[in-house]
């Protein structure tokens, strides 16, 4: 654990915009009078270990880490933010329209492309929704793409790849995150005369900044106050917002882990 | 007011969120205000899926979906703070039809100048609806009063209209081979001409970057005067290099003076002393070459020059008078300018004697003694009524005789 006054942060560099993130974070955490220094990971189960040894104080966690923390530290971690769009997130389940889906029971015996096995939206999620509605996965064929592992499906490729089968035919349905599915139809990438939304899962909630349970309550507080501070308005932290994917921070909440607890404990995964 | 909702229903008929329906969705939704609720009619059973996670994604709130009468699906969305908002109508009106012409004099009426412009706004055309949150753009000219007189348009118009093609508009075939004394004080003429207006479209190009987009019309009429201003570089030199002699020279005199116009930072004083003083008094030197002129092709183009020096003349004063009239402390800041660029010119001497020799030449019209002498005469005149058309302009802009004489009385000896 840093003794100065800096706050150590952990994030994962899943792509080179994490440095450009981090460094304008930084410097408007300065501004705010708050010291924050970062370090970059290769991967989040690195950085959940590190957490847990005090070498950082804060981690940027997917649900995933979150989870994971949440259950090493027996409750104890602090969760000190999320951002707006990691509220509410949803998985797809998006099919091709010449497969005759209609329901989710169709996918018996079909191919079922899913997205790395540690991710949230379009793997471990998903999967375990379509069974909750009582749909027997093992009779389906899964295709994986378990691509860029341990990075917890951040930088999306396995959602996408998972679209590209579909639009290919070597899938007949798949499972994506509903912000890659909207985005994707927002910017033309999706043949709607192809591919079509069968199914939405319950809501679940993202990514959280974690802290190691001894974090000095001012920097905690410190922290909080220099987060929150940033706004949309601002031009110079509109575009860190923009990269990061939000346009607001929002105070944590615990309530939307209990879907992705359950799973891992379905999946043998804790 | 506040509390006014407005609703608006669209039908989306059958299209996929992805397959049409954003570009009916997203507009509808930048017509309401915040908090506006729209009713999406749709037939496609994916938009139930489909348009709430674009609401999430886009941060409008999702208020749901009801069945109504035809098999219909009736989606609720209020209008998220986060998207360009339903701006009060812009201050501009709508273009009347006309017959055959459109002016930028009849746009500015219904599309007046702001008295101040925001940089954030960008390169975002005067009228559109700003997304907040932009860049911040290093315009500094970002007052009407510094640099938009309400005759830009106008004079935009006219510019626009008398352009003219510096290949074909001159008659080229009518300019004489002339003995070698006059082709010599020709080509020395041309030269000077040429080197000023190099200048001429150096020193407004640096200003174009630095006005706002807010004013288009003032950098639209800079590009016209700088348009202008290569045309006259081209055919000066044409005319120059068909004396068949060599170029002439080019003084320390004219270099020191155009460097000292080039250095001044501030778009009114250059404005001022390029258009006022340098233009107004290059207006009677082009008269005075054309009255001298030794062939048509010649006449043509120094009149055709001279028409386009008039309008730059016509800017400079209206942009100097609207400026004065809105802060009087600027009459002292132009006479200011004109002190300090005299006083960087201290000692170079009076007009460049090449071009001394050369206009008295072309006025004689040979060398023969007695006409040397009435050119030297009517070189003369040429430098009293420079000063006294100066004079004449500078209490047209708002100043006093005894200040426009000491100003025309500090004006470079280069002319320009």
Partial sequence: MSNDETILLGAVAYDPKVLTIWEGIREHFQEQGVPMDFALFSNYERQVEELLKGHIDIAWNTPLAHVHVRQRTRGESLSLGMRDTDRDFHAKVVVRRDAGIKSLKDLAGKTLAVGSADSTQARILPLYFIAKEGVDVSQTKLLAFDTDLGKHGDTGTSEIDVLKALHEGRADAGTVGDLIWVNEQSAGHVDSGKVEVLWTTPGFDHCMFDAHPSLAPEKTEAFKRALFAMKWENPQQRRLLELEGLREWLPPRETGYQSLQEALQQQGRE | MSAEIAVMALDCGDLPLGGGLLSLLRPALND???????????????????????????????????????????????????????????????????????????????????????????????????????????????????????????????????????????????????????????????????????????????????????????????????????????????????????????????????????????????????????????????????????????????????????????????????????????????????????????????????????????????????????????????????????VRRLGHAGFTLEQAETISDLHTPNFM
């Avoid at chain 2, 626009?160 to 002339?178: C, G, N």
């Avoid at chain 2, 080039?262 to 250059?270: G, I, K, L, S, V």
């Fill in chain 2, 32 to 390: 309401l205000e915040g908090g506006g609720i729209l009713a999406v009619l749709s037939r496609a059973a994916s938009v139930r899926e489909d348009l709430p996670s674009w609401c999430r994604a886009e941060r409008h709130e999702y208020l749901g979906v009801e069945a109504i009468p035809g098999d219909i699906d009736r989606h609720m969305i209020a209008r998220g703070v986060f998207s360009v908002s339903k701006q009060a109508p812009p201050d501009e009106g709508k273009l009347k039809p006309s017959e055959g012409e459109q002016t930028a004099s009849s746009v500015l009426d219904i599309s007046p100048l702001p008295l101040t412009a925001d940089p954030s706004t960008g390169f975002a055309p005067r009228g559109a609806r700003v997304e907040p949150g932009g860049p911040a753009y290093p315009f500094t000219l970002n007052q009407r009063e510094h640099v938009a007189p309400p005759e830009v348009a106008r004079l935009y118009d006219q510019a626009v209209s008398a352009q003219w093609d510096a290949t074909r508009d001159i008659p080229w075939e009518k300019a004489k081979t002339l003995p070698f004394p006059l082709a010599s004080a020709l080509a020395q003429v041309m030269t000077f001409l040429a080197e000023n207006e190099l200048s001429a479209l150096y020193v407004p190009a640096r200003f174009i970057p630095r006005i706002h987009p807010a004013y288009a019309e003032v950098a639209m009429f800079l590009a016209t005067q700088l348009a202008d201003e290569a045309r006259h570089i081209d055919v000066f030199l044409k005319r120059a290099r068909l004396c068949g002699v060599g170029l002439g020279i080019s003084s320390v005199t004219t270099s020191r003076s155009l460097l000292s116009l080039m250095q001044t930072e501030d778009f009114t004083e250059a404005a001022f002393l390029l258009s006022v003083l340098g233009e107004g008094t290059f207006l009677d030197l082009l008269s005075f070459i054309e009255r001298f002129a030794p062939d048509e092709a010649t006449a043509e183009l120094v009149r055709r020059a001279k028409n386009d020096e008039s309008r730059h003349v016509h800017f400079g004063l209206a942009h100097v008078r609207y400026g004065l009239t809105n802060d009087p402390s600027l009459y002292g800041r132009l006479e200011a300018a004109v002190r300090r660029r005299a006083a960087a010119l201290h000692g170079v001497g009076g007009v460049p004697a090449p071009l001394q020799d050369a206009l008295t030449i072309l006025a004689a019209g040979s060398t023969e003694p007695k006409a040397v002498a009435r050119g030297h005469e009517a070189y003369r005149e040429l430098l009293e009524t420079m000063h006294t058309s100066r």
